[in-house]
Structure formats: C-alpha cells, structure tokens
C-alpha cells in the first residue's frame, strides 16, 4: 500500500474491516492504487456480501477517494452511499450526521467544483433534508452558479427558482434579482418563448408578480419603470403597453393608500419602503396621455384617486377635472370625467353639510358650503356646452357642432356674435362638413346667419362688411358662394342705404358679367371657386328673378332688355336648362312679344338633343302658337310645319298627343279631309312594322311598346268617331276594315273595333258582312267568347231567320270542336312545349339512335321529338 494508504490504516481498525477474501482485492490495490477500476471491483465485491457493514463501505470509499481525488464516479459512489444512509434520518435529532455529509459534499466539490451532477445531487439533498436552513442553501446555490458554467445553470435555476418560491419574502426577491441578470433580454421582453431556453424564462410581466407577491416594490417599481422609458420594446407582451401603464398607475396608488393606512411606527419601520412623489405620478400619468390621448379620461382619473389619496388637495383634484374635461377628445372620456367629477362634489357638499350642521354658526364654512353650491349648480349647467367644447376639439369642421353652439347662446348676443366669430376663423373651408347629412349646415350659412343678426339690427354697414369678407372666403362648392351673393344681395334690397336697388344688381353683375372661360366646367374642384361662380344656374336665376322685378309694365323696354341680355347670356355660357328655356319664352310672351318667344322655343329644340325633352318643348311650343292664333303673324301653313316637325322629332310613343292637337287643328279651321288625313299618317307613324328603323333607334322599352298599341287603337277610335260625323260610309267601312285587320293591335281592341263595325253593318243592313265578322273576329282570338256568341245568337234572333240560326249554331260546334282539339293537343304537350315522342322515353343517346320497326305508325305528328323523360 501507499504512505497515504499506511497512515490511514492507523486509524481503521484493518483486522476488522479486511478479512481473509479481501486479500487479493486489496493486493491489486496496492499494486495499482490509481486505478479505479480495482476500487470500484473491491467495493460491489464488498457491496455484494450480506455481512458488510456500512463502515467497510466507507473505509473502501474513502481510502479510494483519497488516492484518487478527482475520480468523479468514485466521489458520486461514496456520496450516494452515504446519503442513503442520512437521508431518511431526523435531521434535528441526527444533525451531526447531516453535518458529515455535507462536508462530504464540500470535499467532493473542492475537487470537482465543475462537475453539475455532484452539484444537482448536493443541492437536491439540502432542499430535502434541511429545507429550514434557508441561508445554507441560498449560499450553496450562489456557490453552484459560481462555480459552474454558464450552460449549466440551466440545471441549477428551475431547482433555485423552486426553491425561491416556497420561501418567499426579501430572499427568494434576491433570488428572482439574480435571476434576472442571467435570463435573455429577449425572452424578458416576450420575443422569446420559454422553450428556447431549455424550459427557463419568464417576461418581465411574471418577474413583476414575483416581486409583487414576495413584497419587493422598489423591484416592482423599476420594472415598470423599464417598460414605461422603453415601450416600443415591450410590445410583444400578453398585456398592451396601455394595459400594463394603468397597473402601473394602479400598483403606485395602492403603495400611496398602504403608506396612508399606516401608523407612525410603520412607517418609520418601513422608511426604505419604494414611494412615489407628486411630481413623478403626475409626469407619468400625463406622458401616457400623451402616447394614448384616446384614453385621456382614464388617465385623468387616475390622478384624481392619486391626489384624492392625500387630505387637503381638493382644489387639485378639481383642477384635474377640469383640466381633464377641457382636453378630452372622446363622448366616452368626457361622460367618464363629468360624471365622476360630478360625484366628487355631491360627496364634498355633503361632508361639508355635515359640518355645517353640528357648527351652523362657523360663517366660514356657511361662504364654503355656499360656493361649493354654487360651482355644482355651474358645473351642471354647462354640461351642453362643455360637451359641445369636446365635440368640436374632436372635429372642429364638424358644422352641425358649430350649430348646435349657437343654438347655445341664442339668448346671449354677444356670446353668440363671438362664437360666429370663432367658428368662422377656426374651420377649414375645404374640411367643413355635416356628419349628420344636413344640407342647411354649410359654411355659407354661417356667414348668412351672422350678417343677419346686424342687419336684424339695422346695422347694414356691419353686415355689408362681413359680407364682403364672405365673398372672398373659399367654399366646398360654388354653390355656397352663390349663397352668399344672393344673402347679400337680399340684404341690400332690403337696407337703408340710397342706392340699394342698384347696389344689390351691380354685386350680381360683377361675378356674372366679369368675364372669363366659358369652358369651364362648373363642378371641377380644382378650380378655385370664384373662377366657377360665373355659371352658377341658381346666382343667374336670382338674378333675373331681380330684373324682372323691375319690369313694371310693357313699356319699360330697357328693363326688359336687361332681362333678355341675362337669359341670352346665360344660354351663350350653355347652362340653360329645359325649365330655364319654357321662362324665358313665357317672360317674353307676358310682354308680347310672342316672335321672340317662338324664336326661344327654336333655340331650346336646337339646344337638347333628348327626344323626351324636344317632345316637352314642343308641347308648350305648339300649345302656345295655337293660344295666339288670333295674333298677328298667325299662318296655318306655317303651323302645319310646326306639327310636322314636331312629329319627327319626338318620340314614336308621344306622338299621340301632336297627332290629336294636329288634327282638331285642321278640323277647327274647316280642313276636315286633312284632319282625317293627319290621323291616318298619325296610324302609320304608329306602327312598328312601317317604321322599324325609327323604333330601333329610339330604344322603345316594352312599357313603350304597349304604349304605342294602346295609341294607335285611339287614333283607329277618334278617326272612326270624325268619319261617322261626315257620314262617309265608304272611307268608314275602309277604315273599320283596315282596323279590324291590324293585328299589332291587342285582342281586346280588335274585338272592340271588331263590335263597333258590326253595329255600323247591323244600321246599314249588311247582315251578311255582320255574319261574316263574328266568323272573322272568333276564329281570330282563338277563344270561346260567350259574350260574342250571345251578341251573335240576339242579332240572328233580331235579324236573321230559322236558316240562318242553324247556320250560327253549325259554326258554334265546329269552333267548339276545334278549341277541344287546341286543347287536347296541349296536353300532350311537357312544360317545355315539347311533344311526348309515343315510343316512350329514350334513356340515353345510345337508346335514341337505334332503329325504329320497320311498320309506320298509323298516325304521324311531325313535329314530335324524342325526349329523355316522361311527361
């Protein structure tokens, strides 16, 4: 053996601990005291005997780590063996034995202070054996991380953190602190799952619950602070940044209530306690309202609680308020902050009613009480205008809010002149808008409405002077500048200035007649306004209006030529309309001059090309030329054209109207065969077939097509009805057959006809022709028409005899017969209008081309087909 082997042997007893089997192990032992192999072969040797006692376990081990002290598995051996022997013993009654292998482990670890599995082992039986010795273990762990490295501690801090948390309190906060230096930036700020760190991590969000929940707020108090200053790097937590600003808040509140709740002696206790101050709350409440301005009333509340918190600040937690309600940009802020401020005051008057109750002779608190009162009552009464105050900070173009405003301060003038004011220098012209679709609220009104309260006053000076501002103002459309010109104008007529009439047109005709682009379009908003109000139709129109109402009577040509020289230009700039074309031709006809009415209803049809539109002018056109017949300048012939012209160039489907004017025309100047001529041209203009081209061309839509039917049966009707006046029973029968025989009439017209023409036979004793036009008209609607066959069987009754009954009645089954046949074949007939094939069905393609039997069928019906289905 060794020397170190000899001076060992001194202090076992050998002749107990070695017998006589042992002899060749410990031979080999000496031989190679370095080999570990032979140590750990003599120890299960040794292990495997029933007789060996835990000391000659020991005294192998320990003699084998001390020839090999860096042997780790020799180390782990000895180490194991001696803890299952210690470990299930009473540590308080056994502690010497404890204490043993603990210094085992610390001899171990001297050697292998790098070997984790000693540590694990270690630390695994401190947590289970001595779990009271806190600061042991807290050094041993620090010991382990020290001592380690760096990708071991992964072994070392899910048993230290676990550790942490049974404990708690200032210890297991130093611990988590430790923690926090070692753990990755990224996991603490979320970037990082958990997994990513073999199962270690944690966000900043679980390290504040810790130290939330072990007391540490100085700890808590920074790492809020790290969020706050570093937001931006914090967004990828499970909370908002707004989320966790507000407990941020909410955690200072709760540490100023605790500190507040707390006697003297707690405090004094508590002095290195974490704190706040005024200042650092209010700078952090007003930086996230800053960063979250939507959510101002929040943040307002929360200092209001602060200051609430601490006794004699009532003034500032109404400053708050206050300060809160005047910059809050939300309905739901504002209803949050008025609300709860309301609130605050109804507590304060009553404390305060209290006091004054106990002491009513203390008239400092009466002058308290009564302007605490009196502040209520303010606050409650300006609740309108405080909202409409946020309603505008929201959107301040927002112009049913500036209405709103003034309805405010209808009863206080110089409120309200002050807010007209406001409103018109604060709005954008070009973001002025009604949120709510009301098209009263316009910038152009505002201006209007504030002039009017002068010139209510009779200061038209005043009013003049805003409007002259107004004209230079700009507006979301021209529309709204004519607006103004026209107020303006209103207000001067209706001023006391001696020029006025003159004044109110010469505004008029500044913007009107001051030249300029004809081209350009009226609803470009590219083009600055006041370049566009010149073809304002509505600025025109009350500027005409405006002449007119200075023509007196037909002698005041000059003013009526001012009239005319307004609607000439006005179509020169081509901004007439249809309606603007029927006033002025009915201007000039209520002064007589009937040729230049004409002459204006010329331009208009020249004007618009829309047929439906010609078709209107023309209607006024030739009502108003017949009207002036008995005028000068009245010619039929020239009237005759009017209506030809009239025809060709409205619409096939309004043409009825022309054609009856035109006739009654010829007939009441005692053209009576060019009246019944013009209603015959009237029947061929009528039908599609004899102008097809015309009626593609117009794009007639079915409602037109009926129309045009149900036009050419009046027409047939009031020819019929001119013819019979004449008694011209030739052209009559002529007419009465080309009717009848017209089959774009319907079915209940031609049957009409058909009834009116047997009359006119049965009066002229035609009884044959009569016969054959109930023939004619039967067969012809394909129907069983009692009423006929009775109008038939009366006339034979009346007219006929027993012959020619029998006749009627022959006739009556043979069409009976035929419809029972229409019928029948019908119903042979699928939904589809197609014949049932009587081979039944064919199943598939393959099926329909086989051959038929040679034999015919004995009835052939040539338009049946093969059909895949039965029917």
């Not at 200092?303 to 809160?324: A, C, H, I, M, P």
């Not at 002050?418 to 098209?439: D, Y």
Request: charged share 30%.
């Amino acid at each position: 053996m060794t020397t170190s082997s000899s001076a060992n042997e001194k202090r076992w007893d050998l002749n107990r601990l070695i017998n006589q089997d042992d002899i060749p192990f410990e031979e080999e032992i000496s031989k190679d005291p370095f080999n570990h192999e032979n140590w750990l072969q003599y120890y299960h040797y040794k292990s495997s005997k029933e007789t060996t006692t835990f000391y000659n376990k020991v005294f192998i081990l320990e003699r084998a780590v001390q020839n090999l002290p860096k042997a780790d598995q020799l180390w782990i051996t000895y180490l194991d063996l001696v803890q299952s022997v210690v470990e299930h013993l009473n540590y308080f009654h056994y502690k010497q034995q404890f204490l043993y292998t603990n210094k085992l482990f610390d001899r171990s670890l001297l050697l292998l202070y790098t070997n984790s599995d000693i540590w694990m082992k270690y630390l695994q039986f401190l947590l289970k054996t001595q779990s009271n010795e806190i600061t042991l273990i807290r050094r041993k762990f620090n010991l382990a991380l020290r001592s380690l490295p760096l990708k071991a501690h992964t072994l070392i801090w899910p048993l230290y953190l676990n550790f942490a948390d049974s404990v708690g309190g200032k210890t297991a906060a130093k611990i988590y602190q430790k923690y926090l230096q070692y753990l990755d930036e990224d996991i603490l700020k979320g970037l990082k799952s958990r997994s990513d760190q073999d199962g270690l991590g944690g966000t900043i969000e679980d390290f504040i619950q810790k130290f939330d929940e072990f007391g540490d707020f100085n700890q808590v108090g920074k790492l809020y602070k790290i969020i706050i200053d570093h937001p931006e790097q914090y967004i990828s937590l499970s909370r908002t940044i707004l989320q966790i600003w507000l407990d941020y808040i909410e955690f200072i509140l709760d540490r100023e209530e605790e500190v507040i709740q707390e006697d003297d002696q707690q405090k004094e206790n508590n002095h290195h306690r974490w704190h706040s101050n005024d200042s650092y709350f209010e700078d952090l409440v007003f930086k996230g309202i800053r960063k979250f301005p939507d959510q101002m009333g929040k943040f307002y509340i929360k200092l209001t609680q602060y200051y609430k918190l601490k006794s004699g600040n009532d003034d500032k937690v109404r400053y708050f308020y206050e300060k809160g309600i005047k910059e809050c940009v939300t309905v739901q802020d504002f209803l949050l902050l008025y609300n709860d401020s309301i609130s605050f005051e109804e507590q304060i008057i009553d404390e305060l009613g209290e006091k004054f109750e106990s002491n009513p002779d203390d008239k400092k608190l009466d002058k308290e009480l009564e302007y605490r009162l009196y502040y209520f009552n303010e606050l409650i009464n300006n609740r309108p205008l405080l909202l409409n105050d946020m309603m505008l900070r929201q959107d301040i173009n927002n112009l049913d809010v500036w209405f709103e405003r003034f309805g405010l301060f209808k009863d206080d003038l110089n409120q309200k002149l002050q807010t007209f004011a406001q409103a018109l220098m604060k709005i954008n012209p070009f973001k002025a808008h009604s949120l709510l679709g009301n098209e009263s609220h316009k910038l152009s009104k505002i201006w209007i409405d504030y002039t009017k309260i002068y010139s209510v006053k009779q200061d038209f000076k005043t009013a003049n002077l805003i409007f002259t501002k107004a004209k230079s103002s700009q507006f979301n459309h021209p529309d709204e500048l004519a607006d103004i010109y026209i107020a303006w104008s209103e207000m001067l007529l209706e001023s006391t200035f001696k020029d006025a009439d003159s004044r109110s047109i010469k505004i008029i005709e500044e913007v009107l007649l001051s030249g300029g682009d004809e081209k350009i379009d009226y609803d470009d908003s590219s083009i600055d306004i006041h370049k566009r109000i010149r073809k304002s139709i509505k600025l025109w129109l009350f500027y005409i209006d405006l002449l007119e109402s200075f023509v007196e009577s037909e002698t005041d040509e000059s003013e009526i030529n001012k009239v005319m020289e307004a609607y000439n230009k006005l179509i020169d700039i081509k901004i007439a309309t249809p309606k603007i074309i029927l006033d002025y031709a009915n201007f000039l006809e209520s002064y007589k001059y009937f040729e230049k009415s004409f002459t204006i209803y010329e331009i208009g049809l020249k004007l618009f090309k829309d047929a439906s539109i010609k078709f209107e002018i023309w209607n006024v056109y030739l009502t108003k030329t017949l009207n002036t017949k008995n005028n000068k300048g009245y010619n039929i012939e020239r009237i005759r054209d009017l209506f030809e012209q009239a025809l060709d160039q409205s619409p096939t489907y309004l043409s009825k109207q022309f054609l009856i004017l035109y006739s009654n025309f010829e007939q009441e100047n005692g053209f009576i065969m060019n009246a019944i001529k013009v209603l015959k041209k009237g029947l061929k203009l009528l039908s599609v077939v004899d102008n097809i081209e015309r009626y593609q061309n117009e794009k007639s839509s079915s409602l037109n097509k009926n129309q045009l039917v149900q036009d050419k049966f009046d027409i047939y009707t009031i020819l019929i009805f001119k013819i019979e006046q004449y008694q011209d029973e030739i052209e009559l029968r002529k007419i009465f057959q080309t009717s009848i025989q017209d089959l774009e009439l319907s079915v209940k017209n031609l049957v009409e006809l058909t009834i009116k023409f047997v009359d006119f036979e049965t009066k002229s004793h035609q009884f044959e022709r009569v016969r054959n036009l109930y023939k004619y008209i039967i067969r012809l609607i394909k129907n069983s028409d009692d009423k006929l066959w009775s109008q038939w069987e009366q006339f034979e009754i009346s007219n006929g005899n027993e012959l020619t009954f029998k006749d009627m009645l022959r006739f009556k089954r043979t069409i009976n017969q035929e419809f029972k046949d229409i019928q029948s074949f019908k119903d042979t007939i699928n939904p589809m209008g197609f014949v049932k094939s009587s081979d039944g069905p064919k199943v598939s393609s393959i099926n329909a081309s086989e051959p038929l039997p040679s034999q015919e069928p004995t009835n052939v019906n040539p338009d049946e087909i093969d059909l895949d289905m039965d029917m």
